[in-house]
């Protein structure tokens, strides 16, 4: 079953704004990842974030951790086309992931 | 190190047939996962394994599945008598675990089953 809910569903933008992404869950977490699907592909992992951080980088990715309200969020900045995608937050309460439900990016040119 | 493979890449079969799919991991990982994806949905676990030992199987895997690791290297999923139901993505993953609070897992390019 699907630990919890990303929100929004679907985002559109252009190309060089940025986009934001949440996801909430239900469980305490070991830690909380963010993977890129493409359409019909496998996962890409994009980041990690401990269950003691609060909030982590990456080149355009930005992460949030709130564990008191059990959700993260997600910021790609200066989004590009390419970064048209499915994005899945993962958390890991034990060894397994549970994924959420996914928001569909579409960037336009 | 080449990233996680699957075989195949797509299977069509009937109702009724088994099919079998192989996930050959990252070298030197000890763990490999096994997840189905239906479309439109995030993907859900299934079955995990650190060397050859099954360690964790999910509620949705049922009789019908098994999943082996033989060797503790490259592992195989059977799906016997398939159902329309069992249309799905089937992805592999594979980490080296280290430390709980920083395992990664690395995705192949999965197998896209379907069942007429």
């Known amino acids: 079953s699907q630990q919890g809910e990303e929100d929004p569903q679907a985002l559109s933008i252009q190309e060089g704004e940025n986009a934001t992404m949440n996801c909430s869950y239900k469980t305490s977490i070991n830690n909380l990842q963010w993977y890129r699907q493409n359409s019909g592909r496998g996962l890409v992992h994009l980041i990690l974030i401990r269950s003691n951080e609060r909030e982590k980088h990456s080149g355009r990715l930005r992460v949030t951790l709130d564990t008191s309200k059990k959700s993260s969020s997600l910021l790609i900045t200066a989004s590009r086309a390419a970064d048209t995608a499915s994005y899945f937050c993962?958390?890991?309460?034990?060894?397994?992931?549970?994924f959420g439900t996914g928001t569909r990016l579409q960037v336009f040119p | 190190d080449t990233g996680v493979s699957q075989d195949p890449r797509h299977k069509i079969t009937k109702r009724g047939q088994n099919v079998t799919f192989r996930c050959d991991p990252i070298?030197?990982?000890?763990?490999l996962y096994w997840y189905r994806q239906t479309l439109g949905q995030g993907p859900e676990f299934l079955t995990y394994?650190?060397?050859?030992?099954?360690?964790?199987k999910s509620r949705l895997l049922s009789d019908r599945f098994s999943a082996e690791r033989p060797k503790g290297s490259f592992s195989t999923l059977e799906i016997q008598r398939t159902e329309q139901g069992d249309s799905a993505m089937y992805l592999c993953?594979?980490?080296?675990?280290?430390?709980?609070?920083?395992?990664?897992?690395?995705f192949g390019p999965g197998t896209r089953l379907t069942v007429l």
């Open positions: 993953a594979s980490s080296f675990l280290a430390d709980t609070s920083t395992d990664t897992q690395y």
């Open positions: 993962a958390t890991v309460p034990t060894d397994k992931l549970i």
């Open positions: 070298s030197e990982h000890n763990r």
């Open positions: 394994f650190q060397n050859e030992a099954q360690l964790e």
